[in-house]
């Protein structure tokens, strides 16, 4: 059984009925003592990060997280904010702390254009649509992906690349700059990019995270 | 680097799929969901659903059709139609919209925007903005389904709503609104131009030269469709694939 938490952070619906249609039992859940009996935990998420990782907090979920997540060795999928979350910390609305489960850091899209007031020609934020990524064909979460899949995006904020956090990246996309798509760390998996809204691509990684077993 | 989006707009009337023209003589073209449905097998990038009547009665029909078509709908989906609060936000979601789209309470209470973004993130809120040319204003916004002018200029209302925190404009031209003779594309290209969010163009499609001068002149970051769906037989692939061929970054 999966369970969704349910932490006052965006649209977890979609999640669990995207879970449902592929034949598995999904338990949306705000309650942090049904991690217990969990087989897989999803962590969604979309909204701010300081307010994310207070309602984590105060809703009581840090804890059992930790003991079933890290401990446990649980298969776990963080999606977008669910995903920055576990990074060091983000300068979103001000400095906060994440859960630092892994070295990123979560930081803004800023486009400038010196070359004139018009904004035409630089990026649009937030990073919002269809975009093309590339991954590591050997991380389970993208078996039978096809190197042209596209998925969907909605973010203005990203987990940076560098030298110490190289060995857990997965999947990279690009926006101007280079950022992260996807990690894994032993049990723990997270992508920027909505698997639930991203039609059939996003439901094979789905289907990907439920037939992982962690050894 | 980020594809164009190619995005069906579904007006909904009392459960029902409708399109008019000029925002009025609406005419009935079917089961939303089931219209929802199509778009979704044909790989639309995207769907915005706007009740037209929702500011008059009540909602729970419009919810009923946003929870049918999440539920099997595996890809983003816009609501708007009759947001006035932040529990009207709230509901939305819950029902499984990925973003809102606020019109006329944006220009009415411009703190709900703000505040809406505090709570949900910009990329959950999107402005949809309803514009008729007039001697006075040039590109005038309209509130309450184009019956209501406002005095504001389209441009400075797009800037304050990018202040405001919105993470998406919906730009409708309410004079090309189901006449198939093309986008507002003077509106749309002034407004992509100042702004740093993206823009969606809306209002006018009438064929795929259209779409692909959203993008090409427009600079729009989306386009959006919806007599052609109906009334002709252009559909979603035939967009994508005429994207391709005249060279626009589209999905596969």
Same mark, same amino acid.
């Given at each position: 059984?999966?369970?969704?938490?349910?932490?006052?952070?965006?649209?977890?619906?979609?999640?669990?009925?995207?879970?449902?249609?592929?034949?598995?039992?999904?338990?949306?859940?705000?309650?942090?003592?049904?991690?217990?009996?969990?087989?897989?935990?999803?962590?969604?998420?979309?909204?701010?990060?300081?307010?994310?990782?207070?309602?984590?907090?105060?809703?009581?979920?840090?804890?059992?997280?930790?003991?079933?997540?890290?401990?446990?060795?649980?298969?776990?999928?963080?999606?977008?904010?669910?995903?920055?979350?576990?990074a060091k910390?983000?300068?979103?609305?001000?400095?906060?702390?994440?859960?630092?489960?892994v070295p990123f850091e979560?930081r803004?899209?800023?486009?400038?254009?010196?070359?004139?007031?018009?904004?035409?020609?630089?990026?649009?934020?937030?990073?919002?649509?269809?975009?093309?990524?590339?991954?590591?064909?050997?991380?389970?979460?993208?078996?039978?992906?096809?190197?042209?899949?596209?998925?969907?995006?909605?973010?203005?904020?990203y987990l940076n690349i560098s030298e110490n956090n190289k060995e857990f990246i997965?999947?990279t996309?690009?926006?101007?700059l280079p950022f992260v798509?996807?990690?894994?760390?032993?049990?723990?998996?997270?992508?920027?990019?909505?698997?639930?809204?991203?039609?059939?691509?996003?439901?094979?990684?789905?289907?990907?995270?439920?037939?992982?077993?962690?050894? | 680097?980020?594809?164009?989006?190619?995005?069906?707009?579904?007006?909904?009337?009392?459960?029902?799929?409708?399109?008019?023209?000029?925002?009025?003589?609406?005419?009935?073209?079917?089961?939303?969901?089931?219209?929802? /449905?199509?778009?979704?097998?044909?790989?639309?990038?995207?769907?915005?659903?706007?009740?037209?009547?929702?500011?008059?009665?009540?909602?729970?029909?419009?919810?009923?059709?946003? /929870?049918?078509?999440?539920?099997?709908?595996?890809?983003?989906?816009?609501?708007?139609?009759?947001?006035?609060?932040?529990?009207?936000?709230?509901?939305?979601?819950?029902?499984?919209?990925?973003?809102?789209?606020?019109?006329?309470?944006?220009?009415?209470?411009?703190?709900?925007?703000?505040?809406?973004?505090?709570?949900?993130?910009?990329?959950?809120?999107?402005?949809?903005?309803?514009?008729?040319?007039?001697?006075?204003?040039?590109?005038?916004?309209?509130?309450?389904?184009?019956?209501?002018?406002?005095?504001?200029?389209?441009?400075?209302?797009?800037?304050?709503?990018? /202040?405001?925190?919105?993470?998406?404009?919906?730009?409708?031209?309410?004079?090309?609104?189901?006449? /198939?003779?093309?986008?507002?594309?003077?509106?749309?290209?002034?407004?992509?131009?100042?702004?740093?969010?993206?823009?969606?163009?809306?209002?006018?499609?009438?064929?795929?030269?259209?779409?692909?001068?959203?993008?090409?002149?427009?600079?729009?970051?989306?386009?959006?469709?919806?007599?052609?769906?109906?009334?002709?037989?252009?559909?979603?692939?035939?967009?994508?694939?005429?994207?391709?061929?005249?060279?626009?970054?589209?999905?596969?």
């Open positions: 059984m999966i369970i969704v938490i349910n932490y006052g952070m965006g649209n977890v619906r979609s999640v669990a009925k995207a879970i449902e249609s592929l034949g598995e039992e999904v338990i949306v859940s705000e309650n942090p003592n049904d991690l217990r009996k969990a087989d897989r935990i999803v962590l969604p998420g979309v909204g701010s990060f300081g307010k994310g990782i207070c309602n984590l907090k105060d809703k009581g979920f840090l804890e059992v997280l930790k003991e079933e997540v890290l401990i446990k060795k649980k298969p776990f999928l963080g999606i977008c904010l669910g995903m920055q979350l576990l910390n983000s300068t979103e609305n001000g400095f906060h702390e994440g859960l630092g489960w979560v803004k899209f800023e486009f400038t254009n010196f070359a004139g007031s018009m904004k035409f020609n630089i990026l649009k934020v937030p990073h919002m649509g269809w975009n093309d990524i590339s991954f590591n064909e050997n991380c389970v979460l993208f078996k039978r992906t096809n190197k042209k899949a596209c998925f969907y995006f909605v973010h203005s904020y997965v999947a996309c690009d926006y101007g798509a996807a990690i894994q760390k032993d049990n723990i998996f997270a992508t920027q990019f909505h698997p639930e809204k991203s039609q059939r691509d996003g439901l094979n990684i789905l289907s990907n995270f439920i037939d992982y077993q962690y050894q | 680097m980020v594809k164009k989006r190619i995005i069906p707009i579904i007006l909904l009337k009392e459960g029902r799929c409708v399109k008019g023209v000029n925002f009025k003589d609406f005419r009935d073209v079917g089961n939303p969901t089931t219209v929802a /449905r199509v778009y979704d097998a044909q790989k639309a990038d995207e769907l915005v659903f706007l009740d037209i009547m929702a500011n008059h009665e009540d909602r729970s029909t419009l919810f009923e059709v946003v /929870r049918k078509t999440a539920d099997e709908c595996f890809m983003p989906l816009c609501v708007g139609g009759g947001v006035k609060s932040i529990s009207d936000i709230r509901v939305l979601l819950k029902n499984g919209a990925d973003k809102v789209s606020i019109n006329t309470a944006a220009v009415e209470n411009p703190t709900l925007v703000e505040e809406a973004v505090k709570i949900f993130g910009s990329s959950t809120i999107l402005v949809s903005i309803d514009v008729k040319k007039t001697e006075k204003f040039g590109h005038e916004v309209f509130t309450h389904s184009g019956t209501v002018a406002t005095g504001l200029n389209a441009l400075d209302w797009a800037k304050q709503v990018e /202040r405001l925190g919105a993470g998406e404009i919906l730009i409708t031209s309410i004079d090309q609104e189901g006449t /198939r003779n093309g986008y507002d594309l003077d509106l749309v290209k002034v407004i992509v131009n100042n702004v740093g969010i993206p823009v969606i163009a809306s209002g006018g499609v009438g064929n795929l030269k259209d779409l692909e001068d959203g993008i090409n002149i427009g600079g729009a970051s989306g386009v959006s469709l919806g007599s052609i769906l109906h009334f002709t037989d252009q559909n979603v692939i035939k967009a994508r694939n005429y994207f391709k061929t005249v060279g626009i970054n589209v999905r596969m």
